[in-house]
């Protein structure tokens, strides 16, 4: 599907991926069925996926994000990257968890809060690089919010897969438009400057297309 897309980490791009009326969340999948994936040495991948992967149960949530942190601080200390910019206590209340119910165990978080709990450890891992499947779902208004004011300061490579116009249109700064055609064009803009041109675009198009009725009569 995105044969012949580059992402070069090499700069601070935020890139969202817009489907029109269909998602598809496989294109950010990190498990391509076919193709190339070079990760540089330097690269942390963070992925917000859309259903939590498998947490022990019995593990209390700030032992589950401090055991994640650690692991982040572990790598950066050997190859001079930076570490998470929050401890794992004040990362996890401005998720929504107070600090009295950070020792609660996973078995004991709704679905919901299983989602915040997933959001915190990709944060946690503090990534370079993010992917954001269908971020807004499941998530209350004031993660939401959080998470945007978050993605403001981020400065890293930022590739969000969403349906929520408003949150791309705060979060990013560039498209991967795909029409339906199969191809993918590259926006440079946000999505309502790309709503603008395509119905200027379609405006043209209108004209010309009437233009042409008129010398054919």
């Known amino acids: 599907l995105l044969r012949g897309v580059k992402f070069p980490c090499l700069f601070v791009c935020n890139v969202s991926i817009y489907l029109g009326f269909s998602p598809l969340p496989v294109a950010c999948c990190p498990c391509a069925q076919s193709g190339v994936r070079e990760v540089g040495d330097t690269a942390v991948i963070g992925y917000f996926q859309q259903h939590p992967p498998e947490v022990n149960p019995s593990l209390r949530m700030i032992d589950y994000i401090r055991e994640v942190a650690e692991k982040r601080k572990s790598r950066a200390g050997e190859s001079g990257l930076v570490g998470p910019p929050d401890t794992p206590e004040v990362l996890l209340e401005k998720l929504g968890f107070p600090r009295k119910l950070q020792y609660q165990k996973v078995e004991s978080l709704s679905g919901g809060e299983r ?30 919010e959080v998470l ?70």
Do not use: C, W
Not at 117 to 144: G, K, M, Q, R
């Open 115 to 144: 989602r915040r709990l997933h959001l915190a450890a990709v944060l946690a891992s503090a990534p370079n690089v993010l992917i954001l499947d269908e971020p807004t779902n499941d998530l209350d208004l004031n993660t939401v």
């Open 148 to 217: 945007e004011e978050m993605l403001q300061v981020y400065r890293g490579l930022l590739l969000v897969v969403s349906h929520d116009r408003a949150f791309m249109e705060g979060s990013t700064n560039s498209l991967l438009v795909m029409p339906g055609d199969g191809t993918v064009d590259r926006f440079m803009g946000k999505y309502s400057d790309y709503l603008k041109q395509l119905y200027q675009l379609r405006q043209r198009q209108a004209t010309a297309a009437a233009e042409q009725q008129k010398k054919a009569k």
